[in-house]
């Protein structure tokens, strides 16, 4: 099968883009050809750290400019691919993605699959600023519930929401993220890590995502500064950088607790894992707003293939993902969220239990593989229609 793949970020530098390079990855390591539209962004390379391209040599990349007014000069491109796709697979609606794709649709006469992951009206919001944008994102999602072949969402909320958008549910699949289950898996805590972070006299709390938009990492640090006030020493490492790490860090100063706060800044994708190996808790705070509940956040994904004991807030299919891995509790409560990381740190038998349960989570469930099955049943669907 030959597969494009259309998404809108700079494939080296945004985080979030590891959720199509693993797809490719896995997606070509099946037989498939695979071609992935990349929108270099020379800014973010300036500052950004990524190894991400590396193990993609399966894997063909296509350059379009990140300039509005080449818009036509994309579609082109895209409509000009040889050798032909054999369907469009489409992430993020917005309109620099969204037309090349379906001029490449139309061209080729392929369908067009849709890759449903977030709320993005909140996120279009955010980063510009304008009520507007997230108007015209949210109509771009509404229409692509009724025209595309064929659709994978993150969550059940995504699920309710393509329904009663008009989305047929036969041609509706759950995918939700997974982690590299060879690359993220149980191991001792890295040296090198342990002298970065100044030793390991204490535990270490981890949180891991970017810090751009809807990021919750102020409430970890809220989190760690409730366990100082019953008490327990320990340190929190921020595991990903972004435009509000100084924010982050000037919270945490007022709090008290920035000589403890680590911030790794921004790392390639293949290095989280050695940050994470020097965790004792995971901590994922999140907001009970629509965007929380729309996703499967990958950050949950990845410490369940470490193996880590996880606290969370309650919001969306967190519970879901999580069950016995780890504690869950309603979201905007960081003092709950000590409470429970405090009694995994005194249990030592329940600090096991939960990170064996951890990874037979990420095993079972929310692993690359599984979620490829699901991308590979959509993409037959859709050419079989």
Same mark, same amino acid.
């Not at 390379?45 to 007014?69: D, M, P, T």
């Not at 921020?238 to 982050?248: P, Y």
């Not at 859709?382 to 229609?385: E, L, Q």
């Given at each position: ?22 797809q490719?990855?896995?997606?070509? =390591? ?10 270099p962004?020379? +800014? @973010?390379?300036?500052? %950004?750290?990524? !190894? *991400? ?59 067009l ?42 969550? =059940? ?12 549910p +036969? @041609?509706?699949?759950? %995918?939700?993220? !997974? *982690? ?51 008490g ?18 000037r ?68 519970l ?14 960081p003092?709950?969220m000590a ?5 995994i ?17 990420a ?5 690359w ?8 049943t959509?993409?037959?669907k859709?050419?079989?229609?």
């Open positions: 099968m030959n597969i494009l793949i259309v998404q809108r970020f700079d494939l080296s530098s945004v985080s979030c883009a590891r959720r199509v390079l693993s490719a990855k896995e997606l070509a =390591s099946r037989g498939h050809s695979v071609t992935v539209v990349d929108f962004n020379s +800014e @973010r390379r300036a500052f %950004a750290v990524s !190894g *991400a391209l590396q193990n993609l040599e399966n894997v063909q990349r296509i350059s379009l400019s990140r300039k509005a007014i080449d818009i036509p000069g994309n579609c082109r491109r895209l409509a000009n691919l040889d050798p032909r796709p054999d369907i469009v697979h489409l992430w993020k609606s917005y309109p620099d993605a969204a037309l090349p794709a379906f001029q490449a649709c139309d061209r080729f006469d392929v369908p699959h849709y890759d449903w992951d977030d709320w993005e009206p909140s996120i279009a919001r955010e980063l510009t600023g304008s009520i507007l944008a997230a108007h015209i994102t949210r109509r771009w999602d509404r229409a692509l519930c009724r025209i595309c072949d064929t659709c994978t969402v993150a969550s =059940s909320e995504l699920r309710k929401t393509a329904i009663r958008w008009g989305m047929d +036969e @041609r509706l699949f759950d %995918a939700p993220v !997974g *982690a590299d289950l060879e690359l993220f898996h149980p191991r001792p805590p890295d040296p090198e890590i342990i002298e970065k972070i100044g030793g390991k006299e204490c535990p270490v709390l981890v949180y891991s995502g970017q810090l751009e938009v809807t990021f919750y990492a102020n409430q970890a640090v809220d989190t760690l500064k409730m366990l100082y006030q019953r327990i020493q320990a340190r929190l490492l921020i595991v990903g950088g972004g435009s509000h790490e100084k924010d982050l860090q919270h945490a100063e007022e709090q008290g607790v920035l000589a403890s706060l680590y911030c790794t800044g921004y790392i390639s994708g293949d290095e989280v894992p050695r940050w994470l190996s020097v965790a004792d808790v995971a901590l994922a705070p999140f907001e009970d707003t629509l965007a929380a509940r729309c996703k499967s956040p990958l950050k949950i994904a990845e410490y369940l293939a470490m193996g880590l004991p996880i606290v969370a807030s309650d919001v969306g299919d967190v879901k993902m999580i069950q016995h891995a780890g504690f869950v509790v309603p979201a905007g409560y003092e709950m409470i429970y990381t405090a009694k740190l005194s249990n030592t038998d329940l600090h096991r239990s939960m990170g064996i349960a951890a990874r037979k989570r095993e079972e469930q929310y692993n593989k599984r979620h490829t099955d699901q991308l590979e959509a993409y037959r859709a050419i079989d229609a």
